[in-house]
């Protein structure tokens, strides 16, 4: 896959306006070409899950969650902050280890309905860490259990 750039200079732009396209060009190439690179080649590092797109929901079960066990549970937390009136309300969980992250799971004790989102900030699998923020509805709280699941590398 190739990538082409082209950047629209004109006479009447001032020079600071001609280092500004030049240098946003660069940087917007430089990163489609990490990227795709990144997924040409296995063990790479993933860029894109060390700068999250901001894509929270209800609940979380990131990874290979399918067969955990309770031997690889790595860290558990249950997070519970009662609703208040014309209010929101947040949390952060955060975890840092030896082990590699392979399951994250983020499940919320309470209805879809109440609207409260969580993501992942930064980290999680494939990671030593994780960072996760939690935001209620307005006038609901949060009731989540977080589990992280990991193994020691090789």
């Known amino acids: 896959m190739a990538v082409a750039v082209a950047i629209n200079l004109q006479v009447s732009q001032s020079p600071s306006q001609i280092m500004y396209k030049t240098i946003a060009t660069l ?4 990163f489609a070409v990490i990227q795709i690179s990144n997924a040409a080649v296995p063990g790479a590092v993933d860029l894109r899950s060390m ?24 860290y558990t937390e249950h997070v519970h902050k009662p609703g208040n009136s014309f209010t929101t309300r947040e949390a952060e969980v955060k975890w840092v280890g030896n082990e590699t992250i392979y399951c994250v799971m983020a499940l919320s004790e309470k209805k879809e ?3 409260s989102t969580v993501e992942i900030e930064w980290g999680g699998v494939g990671h030593e860490f994780v960072i996760l923020k939690m935001k209620s509805a307005l006038n609901h709280g949060l009731e989540y259990n977080v589990k992280v699941f990991g193994k020691l590398k090789k």
């Open 113 to 115: 309905a109440n609207w």
């Open 51 to 74: 700068f999250p797109l901001r894509n929270p929901s209800h609940e979380i079960r990131s990874g290979n969650c399918t067969n955990t066990t309770m031997s690889s549970l790595v």
């Open 27 to 30: 940087a917007v190439t430089i």
